[in-house]
């Protein structure tokens, strides 16, 4: 756990990092592929998909920042979804989702479901019995308060 002030590990996080150059700020990667030192030797970073530099500081800033172990930074909301699901749920375990939640959700959710990842109930939330019901299995994940389209839903917010 970081001892400094919240403001001071924001703008800090990274200073005086680059060890090649030893530029104060470090330097925004644009490389998608970083080369092996040698046969075997995996670095830290091979390939942007996977990782970069900025992200790491990104990520220790995070972590830092919120007094975590670690952090992980995805690409989208929808692969932070998955990831999660993928790292804490089995198949028994239950999602409740809004039936009307962002497209990419409800296909990633209904698609891992019907795979046996875990189950999944989209519920329409201006039906008070409905959401009730399914709030009442007591599930492991419940979006029916978040996660919503505003443009012409009706659910709650």
């Known amino acids: ?9 924001a703008v800090r996080t ?7 150059h030893h530029a104060v700020v470090p330097p925004i990667y ?7 030192p040698a046969f075997g030797e995996v670095p830290t970073y091979d390939y942007t998909r996977s990782g970069n530099p900025n992200r790491g ?5 995070l972590f830092e920042l919120e007094s975590g172990k ?18 804490f749920l089995g198949p028994d375990d239950l999602i409740v989702a809004p039936h ?8 990633l959710f209904n698609t891992r479901a019907n795979k046996g990842d875990f189950k999944v109930q989209f519920v329409d939330q201006s039906n008070d019995q409905e959401l ?8 492991e994940v419940d979006l029916s308060g978040n996660a919503v389209k505003p443009a012409g839903s009706r659910g709650r917010y």
């Open 100 to 107: 009307d939640c962002y497209g990419g959700t409800y296909r």
């Open 70 to 87: 670690g952090a992980v930074v995805t690409n989208c909301g929808t692969s932070a979804l998955n990831l999660w699901v993928s790292a």
């Open 1 to 9: 756990m970081s001892t400094r002030k919240p403001a001071t590990i």
């Open 30 to 36: 644009l490389s998608t592929n970083y080369g092996f």
């Open 14 to 20: 990274g200073i005086e990092s680059d060890t090649q």
């Open 132 to 139: 009730e019901a399914a709030i009442a299995k007591k599930a």
């Open 57 to 61: 500081l990104l990520e220790t800033a």
